[in-house]
């Protein structure tokens, strides 16, 4: 098998060297194919992800296949601006050069993939790549089988397949992946296994992105309207069952307006799924056996407050919010991953910040409030990959904001240009003439020194 990957890897440094991915013309049209994909195989991807996720086609088209195709078609548009030598302003010293920055690819990059959003977080970093100029050695997760097969099936039909190739399968082939030399590693996935990706990188000193996870706070200032907050709380938690990078992973509040919060939350709930949730459609499930033990365990013992209900048969967790939970408590050990929402009460913000501050640096970081000084002083003395003040998630789905993480959330960013930036090397370009007049002017740097070149 490794000898495959080696074989993968040179078909697609091959590639690379013909000088076909540079041209900004063969880019284009990759990603109007890559666009196609989408377009023609929308049923396909909606099947593949409904039987790993239980996705509910709302979610599928807004957050996996909508969200890539818009940021191809944002691409497209800015292509060649973004492809083109950046010209920096000149100082005096260089007034007759021409100083130009290169947009240059990296080469080979490697793409991992999560299974929460296979096709978005998969999928979306190709596209960067590729209109950055790369070849691309993909491997979706493999715990989101149908959805990994399906982009299998699908890249070879619509992209250059020598420059563009999917490998399948797990932690095994990843790691025969990772023993071979790529120029740029884009990562996306748990903080363990960005680790191992991390120092197989270091070998070869590859440039590496990480997109991880962790617990991303919600603060709910007592000033907030509690209605609101709940539902786009909630919202947040339970899209994707909790299987979210970003989701809210627990509330930081006050007694009172946790105790508004649950009220609000169990008539919501009723409203969104009726006297039984696991009968909607519109809610996911747990992606195998193995998280769905690792989510139960964290009711067990805890106050629950709303919820509850689990179904191993069909991998069911109700959305269950823990009431009054302590930083020692398992809940606070982990990222959370699943549909269950800890409240971790605190007197005030100052303490709500202490706290955030205690702990590693969340990738997301939530804060309901209307009063300015709060959310002033939160922005101010919090670290986090983004913010969202006043809703969930949303953040993530700017145009053109980067969207990464920082410290254990991860290093390194991507989408819109951000992602294009990523995957180029910028290259600082000094042209000087043969002007005699330029000449005489920097000949000052010549020997022999002397105390009055010194002063120039
Ligand atoms: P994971 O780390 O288990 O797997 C990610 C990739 O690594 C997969 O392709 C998998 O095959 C591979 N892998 C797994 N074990 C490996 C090993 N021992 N050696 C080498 N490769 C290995 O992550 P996951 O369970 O797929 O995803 C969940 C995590 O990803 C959560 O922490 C979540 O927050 C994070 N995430 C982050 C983002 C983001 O954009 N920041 C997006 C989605 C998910």
């Not at 099947?47 to 086609?57: I, Q, R, S, V």
């Not at 409203?271 to 195998?288: A, C, V």
Request: proline letters at 5%; glycine letters at 6%; one cysteine or more.
């Amino acid at each position: 098998m490794a000898s495959n990957m080696n074989e993968v890897v040179t078909k697609a440094r091959n590639a690379f060297n013909t000088g076909r991915t540079k041209a900004v013309e063969f880019r284009e049209k990759q990603l109007r194919n890559f666009l196609r994909l989408y377009e023609e195989n929308t049923p396909q991807i909606l099947e593949a992800l409904k039987a790993d996720l239980h996705k509910h086609k709302q979610e599928s088209v807004a957050m996996e296949i909508a969200f890539n195709a818009n940021e191809i078609r944002t691409t497209l548009r800015e292509l060649r601006k973004w492809a083109a030598p950046e010209k920096p302003s000149k100082s005096f010293s260089n007034i007759s050069d021409d100083v130009l920055i290169y947009n240059d690819p990296y080469g080979v990059v490697l793409v991992l993939g999560a299974w929460n959003y296979p096709i978005q977080v998969t999928l979306g970093p190709v596209a960067a790549a590729i209109a950055a100029g790369n070849c691309v050695i993909i491997k979706p997760s493999e715990l989101a089988t149908e959805t990994a097969n399906v982009i299998a099936d699908l890249i070879p039909k619509y992209l250059d397949s020598e420059c563009y190739q999917v490998v399948l399968g797990g932690p095994k082939e990843t790691q025969q992946l990772l023993e071979q030399k790529f120029d740029y590693i884009f990562f996306t996935g748990s903080l363990r296994v960005g680790k191992i990706v991390h120092a197989a990188a270091n070998r070869d000193l590859t440039p590496t992105t990480l997109e991880l996870g962790g617990k991303s706070p919600c603060i709910l200032d007592p000033s907030a309207d509690i209605d609101i907050a709940t539902r786009r709380i909630l919202w947040g938690k339970w899209i994707n069952a909790g299987q979210t990078c970003v989701a809210p992973d627990y509330i930081l509040c006050n007694r009172e307006v946790g105790r508004k919060f649950i009220s609000c939350a169990e008539s919501i709930l009723h409203e969104w799924y009726g006297d039984d949730p696991q009968k909607s459609l519109d809610f996911g499930r747990i992606i195998n056996d193995t998280h769905f033990q690792r989510v139960s365990k964290l009711i067990k013992g805890a106050k629950v407050a709303v919820g509850g209900k689990t179904d191993p048969q069909e991998r069911f967790i109700e959305l269950t919010i823990l009431d009054d939970v302590k930083e020692t408590d398992l809940t606070m050990q982990e990222e959370i991953f699943g549909p269950i929402l800890p409240i971790l009460y605190v007197d005030d913000v100052n303490e709500a910040i202490k706290y955030i501050n205690r702990n590693d640096k969340p990738l997301a970081l939530y804060l309901f409030s209307k009063d300015k000084k709060v959310v002033d002083l939160v922005l101010n003395n919090t670290s986090s990959g983004g913010v969202t003040v006043n809703d969930t998630v949303m953040h993530a789905g700017v145009d053109n904001a980067p969207f990464g993480g920082v410290g254990s959330s991860g290093m390194g960013n991507y989408h819109g240009k951000y992602g294009f930036d990523t995957f180029v090397h910028k290259k600082a370009t000094l042209v000087k003439n043969f002007n005699s007049i330029a000449e005489k002017l920097s000949s000052v740097r010549y020997p022999p020194y002397s105390e009055s070149k010194l002063k120039l």
